[in-house]
């Protein structure tokens, strides 16, 4: 997957803000907590407002904050619990 230049340098400062935070300024460090990225197609983009965003802008899920291993583990649970329902009115 090819990142924009916008992209790359959000990651780079994402990168840096969960590792060595105390090299940011205190303007980056606000603006990296500002920073979202999916799980699911991994755009980065910068949040306008302070609640965290309903939905991802590129790929429109609202799972976008979500691990992608949690997602999957809730649609097979939700999966067994339909074939234990179907067997349990059988």
């Known amino acids: 997957m090819k990142l924009t230049y916008s992209q790359n340098v959000l990651r780079k400062m994402l990168t840096v803000h969960l590792t060595h ?27 306008r407002i302070k609640r965290i965003p309903t939905r991802c802008p590129k790929c429109a899920r609202s799972s976008w904050n979500r691990p992608l291993l949690e997602s999957l583990r809730a649609i097979e649970s939700n999966q067994a619990d339909l074939q234990a329902k179907k067997e349990k009115a059988d």
Request: a negative charge.
């Open 21 to 47: 935070n105390e090299q940011l300024t205190e303007h980056e460090q606000n603006l990296a907590k500002r920073i979202c990225s999916c799980t699911l197609c991994e755009h980065l983009w910068v949040r």
